[in-house]
């Protein structure tokens, strides 16, 4: 069954360093998402990209954080200055037509 | 009324047992609706969609209550491997809202 992808599965970064998250989504999806879960709390709602633009984005997706699509193939998340409260799991997501499939997420760690 | 509501549990229940959650839902978040489960540090993994008229796949039932604005998941001959966080989606658009999640324990 294809899958969606993530790389690192764990990232630690110094707070004010800049991130990259990087996703694979499956090959034939067409809407793509990242979401985050701070441990022990919900998974929130970040970002979702469709057509090569942001078609919804949260309050938390403020200007710190961008989206890119830089191939056909990967989705990539950027933290421009990370901060503490930065450390979370990341998911990314894909779909197409139907529900969401999770990749198994990058967990960020901000020292 | 908060997007997606749930009772966080616990649900301790004996292996066999029949076991039912509830979610409600605000107007955000309510063209479609969906079941994941998640296991402890793990990704969410789709269970099952949400469908008006309802729907089953095996041991689990979903319903849909639009007038009240609930959603329901009934698992029936729990299983030890049912024991994880069971999350409430619902959307709008494309914007996606999970609930806390209910958490479910299995006891042999």
């Known amino acids: 069954e294809p899958e969606v992808t993530q790389t690192p599965s764990h990232q630690v970064t110094q707070m004010g360093q800049e991130v990259i998250l990087r996703c694979v989504p499956i090959?034939?999806?067409?809407?793509f998402y990242w979401y985050r879960q701070i441990l022990g709390q919900k998974v929130e709602f970040l970002v979702s990209?469709?057509?090569?633009?942001?078609?919804?984005k949260s309050e938390i997706f403020d200007d710190q954080f961008s989206v890119e699509r830089p191939d056909g193939s990967n989705f990539t998340l950027k933290i421009r200055s990370t901060k503490l409260e930065d450390s979370a799991m990341y998911f990314c997501?894909?779909?197409?037509?139907?529900?969401?499939?999770f990749g198994d997420g990058t967990r960020l760690s901000i020292l | 009324r908060k997007e997606v509501e749930q009772d966080p549990g616990p649900f301790n229940v004996p292996e066999g047992a029949t076991v039912a959650f509830n979610c409600t839902y605000s107007?955000?978040?309510?063209?479609?609706f969906f079941w994941y489960r998640q296991d402890c540090r793990k990704e969410p993994k789709l269970l099952m969609s949400?469908?008006?008229s309802g729907n089953e796949d095996g041991r689990f039932t979903a319903q849909l209550n639009r007038a009240s604005q609930y959603i329901s998941l009934l698992i029936r001959d729990s299983k030890l491997s049912d024991s994880a966080t069971y999350l409430c989606?619902?959307?709008?658009?494309?914007?996606?809202?999970f609930g806390k999640g209910t958490r479910l324990h299995i006891l042999p």
């Open positions: 090959s034939n999806h067409l809407y």
């Open positions: 949400v469908y008006s």
């Open positions: 997501a894909s779909r197409t037509g139907g529900p969401q499939h």
């Open positions: 107007n955000s978040a309510s063209q479609s």
């Open positions: 990209f469709y057509n090569n633009e942001i078609s919804e």
């Open positions: 989606v619902g959307n709008r658009d494309d914007k996606i809202i």
